[in-house]
Nanobody, 118 residues
Framework: VQLQASGGGLVQAGGSLRLSCAAS????????MRWFRQAPGKEREFVAG????????YYADSVKERFTISRVNAKNTMYLQMNSLKPEDTAVYYC????????????WGQGTQLTVSS
């Protein structure tokens, strides 16, 4: 599975942005997908996840009520709608996929930069 993340940019605090992650290749094998982020000098952290078939969604506490993860299976695309953005949301955002029968997220997108100005 190959992933292509896009949609990052520069936005003012309080603003909104939507990230996209397009999957290609063996998309029928996708079981779960997640967004992660990594800020400068910090470790990569989980942001949000979605079960590809059942649609169950889950979020990090830091983004609950502000971010919404979704997917359009027909387009093999996952989205992250980000509202009420804060400067601490500034990071490179990565999408990742877990395939059926695997325990790890073995497919990763190249990352897209989000910068939130105060």
């Amino acid at each position: 599975v190959q992933l292509q993340a896009s949609g990052g940019g520069l936005v003012q605090a309080g603003g909104s942005l939507r990230l996209s992650c397009a999957a290609s290749g063996r998309t029928s094998s996708i079981y779960d997908m997640r967004w992660f982020r990594q800020a400068p000098g910090k470790e990569r952290e989980f942001v949000a996840g979605i079960n590809w078939t059942g649609g169950r969604r889950y979020y990090a506490d830091s983004v609950k009520e502000r971010f919404t993860i979704s997917r359009v299976n027909a387009k093999n695309t996952m989205y992250l709608q980000m509202n009420s953005l804060k400067p601490e949301d500034t990071a490179v955002y990565y999408c990742a996929a877990q395939e059926l029968g695997k325990t790890d997220f073995s497919s990763w997108g190249q990352g897209t930069q989000l910068t939130v100005s105060s």
